[in-house]
């Protein structure tokens, strides 16, 4: 049972380059998030999902986009990557949405120069 | 405005001692709270869930309350040891669709 796996682990973009971050969980949870922790702040919601064909918004979508095809796979896609967007981006998922813990993956780093 | 705050500056603590962090609100109602550990490199772990109802949870080593009053949960890692040493979160569940907000994090430092 892997959890939740992200990939890269790293990755160098260059200012308007695009790119996907892939995420992956075998728990057959319905919910998926996705957040950006930046240096002395707290993490933010990006995207989230409450399952296969269904994702909303969270707090900072701005230049990102997601799709949830299947229960397993939650791909963010940067689009005209800019250096606001250097961070570091994890992915959860988790049972349900009320008093439920969530899962995390180990984290992408990403910086855009 | 709505915001969270848990102490920015790192915590010494001597092995052995309790350990007490602390996370404060305002202008939220949150229905549940919750801890979790992070590790350098690595995404969070969950702790420990605490309901608006609830004053106290324990688990082994580990107890946080929850004053709604106060806007303010405390957690407290009894008998601390080296390996605890790690950055601790909270996040509140609110809204309707019960999402989390998340603190910053205080990075808890157990010296041998």
């Known amino acids: 049972n892997a959890g939740v796996t992200q990939t890269p682990k790293f990755h160098i973009l260059k200012i308007g380059q695009s790119m996907t971050l892939q995420c992956t969980q075998d728990m057959n949870h319905n919910y998926m998030y996705w957040y950006r922790q930046d240096p002395g702040m707290g993490l933010k919601l990006i995207y989230y999902s409450v399952g296969a064909g269904i994702t909303d918004k969270g707090e900072v979508p701005n230049g990102y986009n997601v799709s949830r095809s299947t229960t397993e796979d939650f791909p963010l896609r940067l689009e005209l990557a800019a250096p606001s967007q250097t961070s570091v981006y994890f992915c959860?998922?988790?049972?349900?949405?009320?008093?439920?813990?969530?899962?995390f993956g180990p984290g992408t780093r990403l910086t855009v120069t | 405005s709505q915001k969270i705050e848990q102490n920015s500056e790192a915590l010494n603590i001597q092995e052995g001692k309790t350990a007490t962090l602390t996370c404060n609100y305002t202008n939220y109602s949150p229905a549940y709270l919750q801890w979790y550990r992070q590790d350098p490199g690595r995404g969070p772990v969950f702790l420990l869930l605490i309901r608006e109802n609830e004053k106290e949870k324990r688990k082994e080593r580990l107890k946080v309350t929850f004053d709604t009053t106060l806007k303010q949960s405390l957690f407290h890692i009894t008998a601390s040891q080296p390996a605890d040493s790690a950055t601790y979160l909270c996040?509140?569940?609110?809204?309707?669709?019960?999402?989390?907000?998340w603190g910053a994090g205080t990075k808890l430092i157990i010296k041998p």
């Open positions: 959860a998922s988790s049972q349900d949405k009320r008093a439920y813990e969530q899962y």
């Open positions: 996040a509140l569940e609110v809204g309707s669709n019960y999402q989390l907000i």
